[in-house]
Protein backbone atom coordinates (compact mmCIF):
# COMPACT_ATOMS: atom_id res chain seq x y z
CA UNK A 1 0.00 0.00 0.00
CA UNK A 2 1.44 3.49 -1.16
CA UNK A 3 0.39 6.89 -0.58
CA UNK A 4 1.13 9.84 -2.23
CA UNK A 5 2.79 12.92 -0.58
CA UNK A 6 2.47 16.14 -2.41
CA UNK A 7 5.13 18.41 -1.88
CA UNK A 8 5.33 22.27 -2.83
CA UNK A 9 8.45 24.74 -2.08
CA UNK A 10 8.08 28.82 -1.77
CA UNK A 11 10.46 31.27 -0.74
CA UNK A 12 9.12 34.84 0.40
CA UNK A 13 12.48 36.35 -0.38
CA UNK A 14 13.86 37.00 -4.32
CA UNK A 15 15.45 33.81 -4.92
CA UNK A 16 15.56 32.32 -8.66
CA UNK A 17 14.73 29.06 -9.22
CA UNK A 18 17.40 27.62 -11.41
CA UNK A 19 14.97 24.56 -12.34
CA UNK A 20 10.88 24.27 -12.38
CA UNK A 21 10.62 21.47 -9.97
CA UNK A 22 8.77 23.61 -6.83
CA UNK A 23 6.67 20.96 -6.58
CA UNK A 24 6.13 17.01 -7.03
CA UNK A 25 4.39 14.15 -6.03
CA UNK A 26 6.21 11.29 -4.18
CA UNK A 27 5.03 7.79 -2.83
CA UNK A 28 5.63 7.15 0.31
CA UNK A 29 5.48 3.17 1.71
CA UNK A 30 3.98 1.58 4.90
CA UNK A 31 7.59 0.50 5.61
CA UNK A 32 8.98 4.39 4.98
CA UNK A 33 10.30 3.74 2.07
CA UNK A 34 10.36 6.60 -0.64
CA UNK A 35 10.84 7.65 -3.78
CA UNK A 36 14.19 10.44 -3.94
CA UNK A 37 13.47 13.44 -4.24
CA UNK A 38 14.30 15.95 -6.44
CA UNK A 39 16.96 18.46 -6.32
CA UNK A 40 15.88 22.19 -6.09
CA UNK A 41 18.99 24.79 -7.21
CA UNK A 42 18.15 28.14 -5.98
CA UNK A 43 20.14 31.52 -6.88
CA UNK A 44 20.18 34.13 -4.25
CA UNK A 45 20.41 37.78 -5.33
CA UNK A 46 23.23 38.16 -2.51
CA UNK A 47 24.53 36.75 0.62
CA UNK A 48 22.29 36.49 3.29
CA UNK A 49 19.83 34.23 5.08
CA UNK A 50 16.70 33.06 2.95
CA UNK A 51 13.95 30.81 4.02
CA UNK A 52 12.73 28.25 1.73
CA UNK A 53 8.71 27.00 2.66
CA UNK A 54 8.07 23.51 1.91
CA UNK A 55 4.56 22.37 2.55
CA UNK A 56 3.74 18.63 2.85
CA UNK A 57 0.34 16.92 2.17
CA UNK A 58 -0.91 13.49 1.80
CA UNK A 59 -4.75 12.16 2.02
CA UNK A 60 -5.68 9.51 4.45
CA UNK A 61 -9.38 8.30 5.47
CA UNK A 62 -10.26 10.95 3.09
CA UNK A 63 -8.81 13.64 4.56
CA UNK A 64 -5.99 15.90 4.05
CA UNK A 65 -3.05 15.95 6.56
CA UNK A 66 -0.47 18.88 5.59
CA UNK A 67 2.58 19.61 7.58
CA UNK A 68 4.62 23.01 6.77
CA UNK A 69 8.53 23.26 7.12
CA UNK A 70 10.51 26.43 7.02
CA UNK A 71 14.36 25.51 5.98
CA UNK A 72 17.25 28.55 6.51
CA UNK A 73 19.84 28.30 3.91
CA UNK A 74 22.85 30.61 4.73
CA UNK A 75 24.44 32.22 1.68
CA UNK A 76 27.99 33.41 1.42
CA UNK A 77 30.47 33.62 4.80
CA UNK A 78 29.58 37.20 6.07
CA UNK A 79 27.52 37.57 9.14
CA UNK A 80 23.95 37.67 8.92
CA UNK A 81 21.62 40.20 9.17
CA UNK A 82 18.22 38.74 10.88
CA UNK A 83 15.38 40.66 9.07
CA UNK A 84 11.45 39.54 10.07
CA UNK A 85 9.92 38.13 7.00
CA UNK A 86 6.66 39.72 7.81
CA UNK A 87 5.18 42.73 10.10
CA UNK A 88 5.95 42.16 13.51
CA UNK A 89 3.37 42.88 16.24
CA UNK A 90 3.05 42.38 19.81
CA UNK A 91 -0.26 40.22 21.02
CA UNK A 92 -2.24 41.32 24.32
CA UNK A 93 0.36 39.51 26.23
CA UNK A 94 2.96 41.62 24.83
CA UNK A 95 4.65 38.85 23.27
CA UNK A 96 6.60 39.33 19.82
CA UNK A 97 4.44 37.60 16.75
CA UNK A 98 5.28 37.95 12.85
CA UNK A 99 2.23 37.96 11.00
CA UNK A 100 2.81 36.84 7.19
CA UNK A 101 0.32 36.50 4.47
CA UNK A 102 -1.60 33.36 3.60
CA UNK A 103 -1.20 30.94 0.51
CA UNK A 104 -5.42 30.21 0.15
CA UNK A 105 -6.41 27.18 -1.94
CA UNK A 106 -8.49 27.44 -4.13
Excluded: C
Excluded at 2 to 17: F, G, H, N, Y
Excluded at 72 to 86: C, I, L, R, S
Amino acid sequence: MTSPVISKVTSAEKLTWSNNNTSWQSVLKNNGERESLPLLKIVAPADGLYYIHLMASIEKDGKVLSKPFTIPVKVGTGEVKFDPVGEVSVDQNGQKVIIQDAETKD
